[in-house]
């Protein structure tokens, strides 16, 4: 992980922290109808892996497990158990004809009210405006639903996709840092942030 995220740190009354930190602990699930993801269970992991063993979808993400096995995603999905219980992360899958299609990782950090979405879905999803719809969709309720104040994003130099859509929202470019991945080995990470009152303000066109 990255240390130096979030960039911007306001720190919050304890009271306003704790309320974030009861609102992550009661999280079950992302969405609505047919689509909503649900918490992942430790009996996920066989299916978690066979989506993240793909490198296009493992690849550009840093905070992900290394090696990939079926012991090391069981312990991803038990830190984010431990996470949640202190009010500070989660992991939800989303399932399609007993796959698992997509996950959305959220690093909460309720002292500044502030947070980060990382997450993938599976290939054959891909160019079909599920992303970029899926993600203002999660942004907007990290913002509403957890009571965040601020969103910092992350995303490789080679990551484009992921640079287009956020630049496409209107996150604001912050630079760049180092982050670390669980191997203990770095990358440099561009780096976006967006207030609430930003995101309340985007125009029309900037919403899919």
Same mark, same amino acid.
């Given at each position: 992980?990255?240390?130096?995220?979030?960039?911007?740190?306001?720190?919050?009354?304890? !009271?306003?922290?704790?309320?974030?930190?009861?609102?992550?602990?009661?999280?079950?699930?992302?969405?609505?109808?047919?689509?909503?993801s649900?918490?992942?269970?430790?009996?996920?992991?066989?299916?978690? *892996?066979?989506? /993240?063993?793909?490198?296009?979808?493992?690849?550009?993400?840093?905070s992900?497990?290394?090696? /990939?096995?079926? !012991?090391?995603?069981?312990?991803?999905?038990?830190?984010?158990?431990?996470?949640?219980?202190?009010?500070?992360?989660?992991?939800?899958?989303?399932?399609?004809?007993?796959?698992?299609?997509?996950?959305?990782?959220? !690093?909460?950090?309720?002292?500044?009210?502030?947070?980060?979405?990382?997450?993938?879905?599976?290939?054959?999803?891909h160019?079909?405006?599920?992303?970029?719809?899926?993600?203002?969709?999660?942004?907007?309720?990290?913002?509403?639903?957890?009571? *965040?104040? /601020?969103?910092?994003?992350?995303?490789?130099?080679?990551?484009?996709?992921? !640079?287009?859509?956020?630049?496409?929202?209107?996150?604001?470019?912050?630079?760049?840092?180092? #982050?670390?991945?669980?191997?203990?080995?770095?990358?440099?990470?561009?780096?976006?942030?967006?207030?609430?009152?930003?995101?309340?303000?985007? #125009?029309?066109?900037?919403t899919?």
């Open positions: 992980m990255a240390d130096d995220i979030p960039i911007t740190r306001n720190v919050v009354p304890p !009271q306003r922290a704790e309320g974030i930190r009861q609102r992550v602990r009661k999280m079950e699930r992302l969405g609505q109808g047919e689509d909503a649900r918490l992942a269970r430790r009996d996920d992991a066989a299916g978690l *892996l066979a989506l /993240l063993s793909d490198p296009a979808v493992h690849a550009p993400i840093y992900l497990p290394r090696p /990939l096995t079926l !012991q090391t995603v069981e312990g991803f999905i038990a830190r984010h158990e431990e996470e949640r219980e202190r009010g500070e992360g989660l992991l939800f899958v989303r399932e399609r004809d007993g796959r698992i299609m997509g996950y959305s990782d959220f !690093q909460i950090w309720p002292d500044w009210a502030a947070g980060e979405l990382g997450g993938a879905l599976h290939p054959s999803q160019s079909k405006g599920q992303g970029t719809r899926g993600a203002a969709e999660s942004f907007g309720w990290m913002f509403e639903a957890l009571d *965040l104040d /601020l969103l910092c994003m992350t995303a490789s130099m080679e990551n484009t996709p992921t !640079q287009r859509l956020l630049d496409g929202l209107g996150f604001a470019r912050m630079g760049c840092v180092l #982050s670390t991945r669980p191997d203990g080995t770095t990358r440099e990470s561009l780096v976006w942030e967006m207030t609430r009152e930003a995101w309340q303000k985007r #125009s029309p066109a900037e899919p």
